[in-house]
């Protein structure tokens, strides 16, 4: 199996059985975002414990609609920062910012703290795709710095 076939397997497999769908309680943030381009929206919920700047992700939900790579990406998302630092999982969403930006400029990728989300790659030659790919991710950091804002922003990019 080539290798963008194998990639297209893992976006499909985390379409059909998404990870982290369906909003949890409790929750610290709570945020809407839309791609207009393709009509995708997320809802999406953010749960931290710990101490300011050493919070922990205890929790990513999401409720959303959308194509089959924006609803993808936020299962990855899920299962790539829930139950890691804040830190880390400001990290990965760098990290996941440098793959859409991997087919037009030199990055260098950290693919342990990518995971599946290496299965993205391929949508980085598509510039209408990227908003769907990064639209949980950006959800994401939104409703992190939600959830911090009032505390020690360290860490927090
Ligand atoms: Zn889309």
């Given at each position: 199996?080539?290798?963008?076939?194998?990639?297209?397997?893992?976006?499909?497999?985390?379409y059909r059985h998404?990870?982290?769908?369906?909003?949890?309680?409790?929750?610290?943030?709570?945020?809407?975002?839309?791609?207009?381009?393709?009509g995708d929206e997320i809802t999406l919920r953010v749960r931290l414990t710990g101490?300011?700047?050493?919070?922990?992700?205890?929790?990513?939900?999401f409720d959303s609609q959308g194509c089959s790579i924006s609803q993808a990406s936020?299962?990855?998302?899920?299962?790539?920062?829930?139950g890691v630092s804040l830190t880390t999982a400001m990290s990965t969403l760098d990290e996941f910012s440098s793959l859409?930006?991997?087919?037009?400029?030199?990055?260098?990728l950290d693919e342990d703290l990518l995971g599946d989300a290496i299965a993205f790659e391929g949508v980085s030659q598509y510039?209408?795709?990227?908003?769907?790919a990064l639209l949980a991710w950006m959800?994401?950091?939104?409703?992190?710095?939600?959830?911090?804002?009032?505390?020690?922003?360290?860490?927090?990019?």
């Open positions: 199996m080539r290798l963008d076939q194998m990639y297209q397997e893992v976006i499909l497999d985390h998404p990870h982290g769908k369906g909003l949890v309680e409790p929750f610290d943030s709570q945020v809407h975002h839309v791609n207009p381009t393709c101490e300011p700047g050493e919070e922990t992700v205890e929790s990513v939900s936020a299962s990855v998302l899920h299962d790539q920062v829930q859409m930006r991997s087919a037009t400029e030199d990055v260098t510039p209408a795709r990227i908003k769907c959800a994401f950091k939104d409703a992190a710095i939600q959830a911090t804002s009032g505390t020690e922003q360290a860490g927090v990019v």
